[in-house]
Antibody, heavy 120, light 110 residues
Framework: QVPLQESGPGLVKPSQTLSLTCTVSGGSISSGGYFWSWIRQPAGKGLEWIGRIYTSGSTTYNPSLKSRVTMSVDMSKSQFSLKLSSVTAADTAVYYC????????????WGQGTLVTVSS | QSVLTQPPSVSAAPGQKVTISCSGSSSNIGNNYVSWYQQLPGTAPKLLIYDNNKRPSGILDRFSGSKSGTSATLGITGLQTADEADYYCGTWDTRLSTVVFGGGTNLTVL
């Protein structure tokens, strides 16, 4: 088991920056061989991959969000983070962090998800 | 509009078998591994199948995956009411340079 837990504000104002952190229990983030990803799901809709980060700090972002996304990793805290700037109501969704298999594009461990609402 | 196409819903009786299709193209399913997820209401997705047809530890052999050309299929045998959920396929799209998912299929066990 690789427990993951998202944390961050549940309410963000339009035009501001959404910031979330995912804590990976047990120090698994440092073991290597996996990517660490963010995925979101608007209410009643499907899954959208936001991007991934490796422990080296190397990132890959969804081109549709790339201009607004920044991911980082803090190995000392076994955490990785997401920042999404200039948010609008369309960014309202449940945000999941997940572990992604190396070059196989599957997500084997997920956080429980956190709802982020963009509203004034 | 999802890059991968799934039927919005499928249904079958308890104990029966159901298949869920996922159609794509050469830039995604045709040249990359496919994974499948089960999402029960109000919960995070759960990995059922990876690398087209492999089951993670703990996933029963009632669940199976296959791929042919630019399409993939999830099969579920011995249906139970507990299998009622949304099912998603996913893969990498080489042309779009992103992970893509199907729109999801809602399974009803009548």
């Amino acid at each position: 088991q690789v427990p993951l837990q998202e944390s961050g504000p549940g309410l963000v104002k339009p035009s501001q920056t959404l910031s979330l952190t995912c804590t990976v229990s047990g120090g698994s983030i440092s073991s290597g061989g996996y990517f660490w990803s963010w995925i979101r799901q608007p209410a009643g809709k499907g899954l959208e991959w936001i991007g991934r980060i490796y422990t080296s700090g190397s990132t890959t972002y969804n081109p549709s969000l790339k201009s607004r996304v920044t991911m980082s990793v803090d190995m000392s805290k076994s955490q990785f983070s997401l920042k999404l700037s200039s948010v609008t109501a369309a960014d309202t969704a449940v945000y999941y962090c997940a572990r992604e298999g190396w070059l196989s594009y599957y997500f084997d461990y997920w956080g429980q998800g956190t709802l982020v609402t963009v509203s004034s | 509009q999802s890059v991968l196409t799934q039927p919005p819903s499928v249904s079958a009786a308890p104990g029966q078998k159901v298949t869920i299709s996922c159609s794509g193209s050469s830039s995604n399913i045709g040249n990359n591994y496919v994974s499948w997820y089960q999402q029960l209401p109000g919960t995070a997705p759960k990995l059922l199948i990876y690398d087209n047809n492999k089951r993670p530890s703990g996933i029963l052999d009632r669940f199976s995956g296959s791929k042919s050309g630019t399409s993939a299929t999830l099969g579920i045998t011995g249906l139970q009411t507990a299998d009622e959920a949304d099912y998603y396929c996913g893969t990498w799209d080489t042309r779009l340079s992103t992970v893509v998912f199907g729109g999801g299929t809602n399974l009803t066990v009548l």
